[in-house]
């Protein structure tokens, strides 16, 4: 879990945070589906999320999302975690991405930018995409 003795808002709020960059990458395409929608609830329990929550931080995610104009509002807290953590997010929205068995020019693009904005070397971030779609065919 990422968080020690942080307020229960304070881990409310990063992961609807880190949820919202999920549904990004799931909406990028303008399909959102319940594969994509099974995929985030995984990775926030994966995260720290209570079983109990999860529908309620995708609710608050969905209008953060919707209401924001960039995604750095998405990014800011995620540069900051371990690697393992950052690899765990990207693996999620590569597998979001992968869900149709395709990505389209507007979601590798997107993976590019968070590459920068997060600080993931290419070599890593093609890897980890190279990993997920395989595991997709």
Same mark, same amino acid.
């Given at each position: 879990?990422?968080?020690?003795?942080?307020?229960?808002? /304070? *881990? %409310?709020?990063?992961?609807?945070?880190?949820?919202? +960059? @999920?549904?990004?990458? =799931? &909406?990028? $395409?303008?399909?959102? /589906? *319940? %594969?994509?929608?099974?995929?985030?609830?995984?990775? +926030? @329990?994966?995260?720290? =999320? &209570?079983? $109990?929550?999860?529908?309620?931080?995708?609710?608050?995610?969905?209008?953060?999302?919707?209401?924001?104009?960039?995604?750095?509002?998405?990014?800011?807290?995620?540069?900051?975690?371990?690697?393992?953590?950052?690899?765990?997010?990207?693996?999620?929205?590569?597998?979001?991405?992968?869900?149709?068995?395709?990505?389209?020019?507007?979601?590798?693009?997107?993976?590019?930018?968070?590459?920068?904005?997060?600080?993931?070397?290419?070599?890593?971030?093609?890897?980890?995409?190279?990993?997920?779609?395989?595991?997709?065919?």
């Amino acid at each position: 879990m990422f968080f020690k003795k942080s307020s229960t808002k /304070t *881990e %409310n709020n990063f992961l609807v945070k880190i949820c919202a +960059l @999920l549904i990004h990458a =799931a &909406k990028i $395409d303008e399909n959102y /589906t *319940e %594969n994509e929608e099974e995929i985030i609830k995984k990775t +926030l @329990l994966e995260l720290g =999320a &209570k079983k $109990d929550t999860v529908t309620q931080t995708i609710k608050d995610a969905i209008s953060v999302e919707e209401n924001s104009n960039q995604i750095l509002d998405f990014t800011k807290e995620v540069k900051n975690l371990s690697e393992t953590d950052k690899i765990k997010i990207i693996e999620a929205m590569w597998s979001i991405i992968y869900s149709n068995n395709e990505a389209d020019i507007y979601e590798t693009n997107l993976m590019r930018r968070l590459a920068g904005l997060l600080y993931v070397d290419s070599k890593t971030m093609g890897d980890i995409k190279n990993k997920i779609k395989n595991k997709s065919k």
